[in-house]
């Protein structure tokens, strides 16, 4: 039973139907349809709902990044304003 070579006592075990089932699943995306027409467009359903939560992330992922650049560079303006001031301050002293 063992000859020292594991390798061929595990790949006489797995059938090739199997085999080929796991590819033919790799080439669908790596997801599994078990059962009739209606679970599968429950599945179906189920995957667009989380397409369209993924986008919707996505876009506040967006706005909160653009509003997070807005704010940047309001207080890059306002650092550059404070700056003139003092400078401002600085050559009225003088």
Same mark, same amino acid.
């Given at each position: 039973?063992?000859? $020292?070579?594991? $390798?061929? #006592?595990?790949?006489?075990?797995?059938?090739?139907?199997?085999?080929?089932?796991?590819?033919?699943?790799?080439? /669908?995306? $790596?997801?599994?349809?078990?059962?009739?027409?209606?679970? $599968?467009?429950?599945?179906?359903?189920?995957?667009?709902?989380?397409?369209?939560? /993924?986008?919707?992330?996505?876009?506040?992922?967006?706005?909160?990044?653009?509003?997070?650049?807005?704010?940047?560079?309001?207080?890059?303006?306002?650092?550059?304003?404070?700056?003139?001031?003092? #400078?401002?301050?600085?050559?009225?002293?003088?």
């Amino acid at each position: 039973m063992t000859d $020292g070579d594991s $390798g061929s #006592l595990c790949g006489s075990m797995q059938s090739p139907t199997w085999i080929r089932h796991e590819e033919e699943v790799e080439e /669908e995306g $790596g997801e599994r349809w078990v059962g009739g027409e209606g679970e $599968g467009k429950e599945e179906e359903k189920k995957e667009e709902e989380e397409e369209e939560e /993924e986008e919707e992330e996505e876009e506040q992922q967006q706005q909160q990044q653009k509003q997070e650049e807005e704010q940047q560079q309001q207080e890059e303006e306002e650092e550059e304003k404070e700056e003139e001031f003092q #400078l401002q301050k600085f050559f009225q002293m003088t």
